[in-house]
């Protein structure tokens, strides 16, 4: 596909799915892929001996609800299409491709190329990458590692497609080296999530299961896109409408997912309105949220004070602390000005009482239209306050359900991927491992940035990932890159990171999930975990792209021999068989009792969950009511309030064409969506170049040349695309608490061109 150049614009779909979604599919397949390597993927995509899927956090059906030829959706089937692809790029393609000249190239192109087949270094001063062994390129990260004067230098970095076994030894390599510099993706993701529901749950994790879903009676979804990055979602969510569930949409966008919804396996739903998901939406102001959860708060609270019927007492008096100074502080708020923070009007604000008192049992679902905001943290702590007022947590079809993003985010976690991870763990790496890991905490992904901008890290390694691009403040980190003295990927396909680079540079190509992965000791499968805590088995069965690659794990254990001169770990073995890597995680982490064998049961297993168990948090075995403060935050006059989000044909930062289909906007990424009158407002008209202004303490950052579209966004909230949008957001824009970059409130202005 030439990329286009013009932008079209036609209206809003109504209905999500069905037949346009497979057909999508089918030319993906086409396009990239032999039709059979790209057929035969999809048949084991999601089956209980399959592998899982690449692309989003979204849990299976059980094993016998799941459809026996086809359980995927059409972004992750691009997925699957884009990782099987058969084009393939190695030493003749370097030699003729200058790193200046991929640099001109598109983020599309540059993964359009194919597969990365060989191990390639950069040379310093160089400007073309060519061919390594794998013994060279351990021994030049080995050589760098040992002679740097402070572990502390050296930064890994995690993207969430690592599987538990990478994952685990990847920090276990760090802690050894003696660094807790373990940024992930969840740091700009759903970090505020994980802070909020540990400190108040018990867990900083979802409580619900798949199937409580269909059970709940009223779902509310806030600030996530799930047609689009969990479209599996809607099944679960055409389930819940069957059964008379209500769902309440609460977003900027009118999302096409939350409207209609035909499945694409059921052909004979492919014709006709499809299946009507929201019974209301909420067309919220950007980070209206916090305020909006407290208004309903208020009201109900009034109401439960006179009548006692609304909460559920016994509840709240058994299993919850804190009740009493809540209730106190939701007293001094004043609701007419938590009303006009929402952009909402009184009224819906009361009809959406109406609903969740009626309700016995609630789930309220979120992204990142909640976390990537300076206030994540406080909007997440008023979900659960709701939903412990109504008793709805720790019971069938209710409770908390954040929409995790990459396929293993949450299972990094668990195995170790943190910059702070709790001294429980790092005592158990100690007693099974026998050494003394750091205990200081290390960079998460912001401070990574500020870091190698500094130039205080010399060596960066990326375990899958786009760091340059993923990162906020582009330009920054795109300048420190340069400073680090090695940078070293792990990587399927090229992308920026490998272009904006260090003094040296390596690519260290790998097998995708879907490719066979055969060790010395044979056949090996790796592990994963899902939104709701399941950990389930994963094995490719397609022949690897290339026969240089070697698998994530192998890579990484070759490193760890190479830079690690008396060690504790039995790299090798680990390399060649993973049912001992998953033996050691048994050993260091809680709730994985005989992981080889429960892991290989159809299905997998589910980890322990307090907040699902209703136990709580450890110790005082209740959850806890929080107090947040609401500050109106407001932009200057003249100024928009700026989200970043993604389109339909992407996966982050990996583009898979110019067609964001459900919002009707089709050729061009460079754009910005706005509200008509804004428009008027400010003499701009239909698709006229504009340039954006971001502006931050006393800095501003441009974005120049955006076509502007007309759109239903609320009034003084305007959207451009992740990752165009992070050129405009300034590294200290952040929440405190979880240091999660705010990519949804960015102040703006816009003008003509
Ligand atoms: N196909 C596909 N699937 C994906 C991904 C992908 O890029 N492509 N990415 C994966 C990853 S890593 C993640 S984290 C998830 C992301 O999944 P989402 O969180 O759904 O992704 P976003 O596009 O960032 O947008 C979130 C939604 O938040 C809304 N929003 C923005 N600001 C606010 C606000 O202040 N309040 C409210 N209520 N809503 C707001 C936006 O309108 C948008 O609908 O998806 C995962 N799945
Ligand atoms: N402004 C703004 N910034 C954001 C966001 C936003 O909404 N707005 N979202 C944030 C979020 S939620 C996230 S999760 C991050 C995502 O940040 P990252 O996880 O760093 O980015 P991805 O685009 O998912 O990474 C894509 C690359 O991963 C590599 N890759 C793909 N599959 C594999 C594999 O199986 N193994 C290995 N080793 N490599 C592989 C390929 O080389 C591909 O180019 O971005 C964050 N940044
Ligand atoms: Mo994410």
Redesign the pocket.
């Known amino acids: 596909m030439k990329e286009p150049k013009k932008v079209e614009q036609s209206k809003l779909k109504k209905t999500a799915v069905g037949f346009p979604a497979i057909a999508s599919v089918g030319y993906k397949i086409w396009e990239e892929t032999y039709i059979g390597r790209g057929v035969k993927t999809l048949f084991k995509l999601n089956q209980t001996k399959g592998y899982d899927c690449p692309?989003?956090?979204w849990p299976d059906p059980d094993v016998k609800e799941r459809s026996r030829i086809a359980e995927y959706c059409e972004?992750g089937a691009?997925?699957v299409a884009w990782e099987a692809s058969k084009n393939c790029i190695g030493a003749t393609f370097f030699k003729t491709h200058s790193i200046s000249e991929l640099l001109k190239q598109s983020n599309y192109w540059l993964e359009k190329q194919g597969r990365i087949k060989e191990p390639l270094y950069l040379e310093k001063g160089k400007s073309y990458y060519k061919p390594i062994s794998w013994e060279k390129a351990f021994q030049k990260i080995g050589k760098h590692l040992k002679e740097l004067d402070n572990p502390n230098k050296a930064i890994f970095y995690t993207s969430?497609r690592a599987s538990n076994e990478a994952a685990f030894c990847y920090q276990l390599l760090a802690r050894q080296l003696g660094t807790n510099n373990l940024p992930d993706?969840s740091n700009m993701?759903?970090e505020a999530t994980g802070l909020a529901l540990s400190e108040t749950t018990g867990i900083g994790k979802a409580s619900v299961t798949l199937n409580d879903i269909a059970k709940t009676d009223l779902l509310l979804i806030?600030?996530?896109?799930?047609g689009?990055?969990?479209?599996r979602m809607l099944t679960e969510l055409q389930k819940l409408k069957q059964n008379g569930g209500k769902i309440i949409a609460?977003?900027?966008?009118p999302?096409t997912g939350f409207m209609g919804f035909k499945h694409p396996q059921k052909p004979w739903e492919w014709v006709g309105e499809g299946t009507p998901l929201q019974d209301k939406y909420l067309q919220?102001?950007?980070?209206?949220?916090l305020a909006l959860v407290k208004a309903i708060l208020y009201l109900l609270n009034k109401e439960h004070e006179v009548s006692k019927t609304i909460f559920d007492t016994s509840f709240i008096n058994n299993s919850t602390i804190g009740y009493e100074n809540f209730v106190a502080q939701l007293h001094t708020e004043d609701f007419d000005n938590l009303v006009d923070q929402t952009g909402l009007s009184e009224q819906e604000i009361r009809t959406t009482c109406t609903y969740i008192k009626k309700s016995k049992k609630i789930i309220i679902a979120?992204?990142?239209?909640?976390t990537?905001?300076t206030n994540g943290e406080d909007t997440i702590r008023e979900f659960v306050n709701l939903l412990l007022l109504k008793g709805s947590i720790a019971k069938e079809g209710a409770g908390t359900l954040p929409?995790?993003?990459?396929s293993n985010?949450q299972g990094d976690r668990t195995m170790g991927i943190w910059e702070k991870a709790p001294d429980v763990f790092l005592d158990k790496l100690q007693s099974v491992f026998k050494f003394n890991p750091p205990r200081a905490h290390g960079y998460n992904a912001v401070t990574s940035v500020k870091a190698i901008s500094e130039g205080k890290a010399t060596f960066f390694m990326g375990l899958g990932g786009n760091f340059v691009q993923a990162v906020p403040d582009t330009s920054l980190i795109e300048k420190g890159m340069k400073k680090v003295k090695l940078s070293v990927h792990i990587s399927t396909k090229l992308n920026r990171s490998h272009l904006i680079h260090g003094e040296e540079a390596l690519i260290l190509p790998c097998l995708g999930r879907t490719e066979m992965d055969v060790s010395a000791k044979g056949k090996q499968f790796v592990t994963t975990e899902d939104t709701t805590g399941r950990v389930r088995m994963s094995q490719g069965d397609l022949q690897p792209i290339s026969k240089h690659l070697k698998s994530e794990t192998a890579i990484i254990c070759g490193i760890a021999q190479a830079a690690i001169t008396e060690t504790t770990v039995p790299w090798e073995n680990f390399s060649a068989d993973y049912s001992l890597i998953r033996s050691a995680i048994e050993k260091v982490v809680k709730g994985f009792k005989n992981y080889n064998t429960k892991v290989t049961q159809a299905g997998g297993f589910y980890l322990p969950n307090v907040a699902r168990e209703g136990t709580f948090i450890p110790g005082i075995n209740k959850a806890k009511f929080s107090i947040t403060k609401t500050v109106y935050k407001k932009v200057s006059k003249n100024r928009f309030i700026l989200?970043?989000?993604?389109s339909?044909d992407?996966?982050?930062t990996?583009i898979y064409g110019f067609n964001d289909r459900y919002r009707g906007i089709k050729g061009k990424r460079e754009v910005v969506l706005m509200n008509k009158e804004d428009m008027l407002q400010k003499n701009i008209l239909p698709h006229d170049k504009v340039n954006i202004t971001s502006f931050y303490n006393n800095e501003k950052r441009y974005l120049k040349n955006f076509k502007a579209i007309p759109y239903n966004i609320s009034k003084g909230c305007v959207?451009v695309y992740?990752p165009e949008g992070n050129v405009l957001v300034a590294i200290d824009n952040k929440s405190k608490e979880s240091n999660c970059p705010a990519?949804?409130?960015i102040e703006v202005s816009i003008e003509n061109y």
């Open positions: 692309s989003c956090a972004n691009k997925a969430g993706c993701c759903h806030f600030g996530q896109n799930p689009t990055n969990a479209p609460i977003n900027p966008l999302e919220v102001k950007i980070n209206g949220d979120w992204a990142m239209g909640i990537q905001h929409v995790r993003g990459h985010v989200m970043t989000m993604r339909h992407q996966f982050n990996t959207a992740f990519s949804k409130f």
